[in-house]
C-alpha cells in the first residue's frame, strides 16, 4: 500500500518529462514565494491589514510561502535523474513529503478558519467585533498550525516496520483514510456549510435592504462584505479544483481497489505528477486573486514595490 495521505509516489512506467518540470515548476516557485511575501509583508506592515479577519489569510500565505520554499523544489530534485545516493534521496523526499502535507492540511484548516470568519461578518455584523478578537483567532490559527504539523510528523515515526527503499514509505490504511476524513472532509462540509449559511443570510440582508431603502453606508458596508466574501470564495473554489482530484483519487485508491483497471496503470505516473503540478498552482495564483479582488492588498502590494524602487533608486 503506498503513501496515499494527499500523494503517494510515482509510478515508474510513465512520467512527466524531467525538463517540462523544471521550465514549469521554476517559475511558478519563484513566483509563489514573491507573491506570497508580498501577501504577508503587507499583512505586517500595513495597519489597515492587521485586523483578525487578515490574519487567517496570513496563515494561508504561510502555507503557500512553504510549498515554493521547499515543496516544488524538493520535488523538482526528487524527479531529477540525478542519483543522489541512499541518504540524500531519502532526506530529499522526507523535505518534500512533509512540506507538501503540512502545507496541505494547513492551508485547508486555515481555509476552513477564514470561511467561518466571512460567516460570522454576515450573519452577526453588529456582535462580530466582539466575538472575533485578534487573541481568540491567534489561538485558533496556532491550534490548526499544531494538528497540521502533527499529522505530517506521524508518519515518519518509527513504526518497527521495515520501511525498504528511501522514498517508499508506506502507512497504515486506517490512518491515510483517518487523516483525509478528519482534516480534509470535515473541514470541507465546514466550508460547504458556512458559505450555504452565509448565501441564506445574504440573501435575507438584500430582501431587507430593498424592502426598507436601507441607506448608503449601511448598502456600502454590505457591498464590501460581499466582495470579500466573493474574494474568499474564488480562494476556497480554486483550492478544491486545485485539492479534489488528487484526494477523490487516493482515498478511493485506499478504499476500493477495483475502481482503477490494470489498464490505468501505465499512466499513473503521469496522473500522480498532474496532479502534484495541480495542488502547486493552488499556492501560486492566491496572491494573483488578492491583488484582482482586493484593493487592500492591492494598495498595499503598489506601496511595497513602490518603496522597493526608491530604495533602490538612492543607491
Request: hydrophobic share 45%.
Amino acid at each position: 500500500m503506498e503513501n496515499s495521505t494527499f500523494s503517494p509516489e510515482d509510478t515508474e512506467d510513465h512520467q512527466v518529462p524531467f525538463p517540462a518540470l523544471v521550465a514549469i515548476l521554476s517559475p511558478m516557485s519563484l513566483g509563489t514565494i514573491c507573491g506570497n511575501l508580498l501577501v504577508l509583508i503587507s499583512i505586517w506592515t500595513q495597519p489597515s491589514l492587521q485586523l483578525p479577519n487578515f490574519m487567517a489569510i496570513g496563515s494561508l500565505a504561510m502555507a503557500d510561502l512553504l510549498v515554493g520554499v521547499f515543496a516544488m523544489p524538493a520535488y523538482v530534485i526528487k524527479k531529477s535523474p540525478l542519483a543522489l545516493g541512499e541518504f540524500w534521496e531519502g532526506f530529499v523526499c522526507d523535505v518534500f513529503r512533509f512540506s507538501y502535507f503540512l502545507s496541505g492540511y494547513a492551508s485547508i484548516l486555515s481555509l476552513c478558519i477564514i470561511s467561518i470568519d466571512r460567516m460570522l461578518t454576515i450573519r452577526n455584523p453588529l456582535t462580530y467585533h466582539t466575538l472575533v478578537t485578534q487573541y481568540r483567532v491567534t489561538v485558533t490559527l496556532v491550534v490548526a498550525w499544531i494538528d497540521a504539523i502533527g499529522i505530517s510528523v506521524l508518519p515518519f515515526l518509527p513504526t518497527g516496520v521495515p520501511q525498504g527503499l528511501p522514498c517508499h514509505y508506506s502507512p497504515a490504511g486506517w490512518w491515510s483514510i483517518m487523516v483525509i476524513v478528519t482534516n480534509v472532509v470535515v473541514p470541507f462540509v465546514i466550508i460547504m456549510l458556512c458559505y450555504t449559511d452565509m448565501y441564506c443570510t445574504a440573501r435575507g440582508h438584500l430582501r431587507r435592504i430593498q424592502t426598507h431603502n436601507t441607506n448608503s453606508r449601511q448598502s456600502s458596508q454590505d457591498k464590501r462584505q460581499r466582495s470579500g466574501t466573493r474574494t474568499i470564495s474564488i480562494v476556497i473554489g480554486l483550492f478544491v479544483i486545485s485539492w479534489f482530484p488528487s484526494c477523490v483519487y487516493y482515498f478511493l485508491k485506499e478504499v476500493c481497489d477495483a475502481c482503477y483497471p490494470p489498464s490505468f496503470a501505465p499512466l499513473e505516473g503521469i496522473f500522480n505528477s498532474l496532479a502534484k503540478l495541480l495542488t502547486f498552482a493552488g499556492s501560486f495564483w492566491n496572491p494573483l486573486i488578492y491583488c484582482w479582488r482586493s484593493s487592500e492588498f492591492r494598495s498595499a502590494f503598489l506601496r511595497i514595490l513602490s518603496r522597493r524602487k526608491e530604495y533602490n533608486a538612492s543607491y
